[in-house]
């Protein structure tokens, strides 16, 4: 039966069922495909799948269900689950009960079952009478939770890898799985035309935005060097197209009336270049519509230059004493330490005031995940990596993701609504290659030293 499984390289099913962890439900990722159709995905369902040996199709039930993937035994093996088989639902050619009826397709009974199946007739009439099947629009769905607003030779303004404060004018070059390949505009090309600077993000990323965006809400932008020509690659010869804001998605809209975030304000955030620090930090300048740059305490260079955008409805942002209340441990300015660090003496002696509480996004939204959960998730720090990853621990809406078989230093903190983060079997899906855990895991339980090193920029 079924399907090739080093086909798809690195086996999810094989894994899971090593480590006896879970991975996370298609359903806690709202923006991957078919999360909102989740609910109606089960263990116990009936699907008629093609055995692609026989190219004929029979009976199955989900016995299983990991991500995208599940684990069917076909009718007929009862409790024999030797031969069951882990197929990929967004992928896979399976369907719902009725379905080769109506395409004039032959649902045969596999040769292992003629000997102990005599009237597999009625058989499968007993078996099928009020069994559960896959709704009838599931591939349409899927088709259309693939379709994506961008395509090459699309213009946007994304982050600048090489200084984080700015942005730069960039050309997506590849699309995949919704994730965009964007070449800067003065990015470069290599001796043989291979592109010197590239940036992957999804298209939802809160790093990328539409062709005047920065100047709009006061962000600084790099100006293009007309010097470097990158018309002999393929995604420049395209008639370039700005993008508009209706490709993108909307943030919530945040009232900044008169008390705002205002400069010099304190407050608790992701560290941007080292992204399993969460630190004390500075307002240091704001920006319209809801957008603020921020200074991380007592590593700053003092030119601004590593100053990052956060809108005040991200994740990444979080009130004083934040860390404390939920046991996490905060990064504290070189010169400090825990014993004697607090936060009502650190105003004090900085004569700042904290940000208003009531300014951050930290509603607790239940989203599902629980540590052990396995799932895959971009390393955002070389983010065209999409990586095999555990959510290791979650604070809020925060989640604190390990990538399997790295050290703690690669953990990051990332919001449980983060675009960045998809269900297990979405590289698959997707056609996106998936990086497996590399060596062997190292031992549970260690925690991250709390160090200050500066990891280099994505
Ligand atoms: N060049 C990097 C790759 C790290 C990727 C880790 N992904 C979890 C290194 O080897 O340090």
Redesign the pocket.
Known sequence: FGQDATLAGFDWGSYLEKSGLLAAPVSCFRHAPLCAQWDDIYVGLKVEVLNTHTALYWIATVVQLTGYKALLRHEGFEDDDSHDLWCNLGTADVHPIGWSALNNKLLVLPQEFHQHIKDWKSYLMKRLVGAHTLPVDFHVKMADSLRCPFRQGFRVEVVDRSQVSRTHLAVVDTVIGGRLRLLYEDGGLGPSGEVLSDFWCHMQSPLVHPVGWSERVGHSIKKTDENVNMGSHPAFHKVLQNSVPDQFKKLRTVYMGNTFFEEGMKLEAVDPLNLGNICVASVRKVLLDGYIMVGIDGVEIGDGSDWFCYHASSHAILPVGYCESNDVSLTLPPGYNHTTFTWTKYLEETGTLAAPRRLFNTDDIGHGFTPGMKLEAV?L??PR?V?V?TVRRCVGRLLLLH?D??GPE?DQWVDCQSPEIYPVGWCEITGYQL?PP?GPEPPQGQERPNTSKKAKPF
Request: one cysteine or more; hydrophobic letters at 60%; proline letters at 0%.
């Open positions: 390393d720090m070389e990596l990586c990853a990538f078989g790295w690669f990086q590399i």
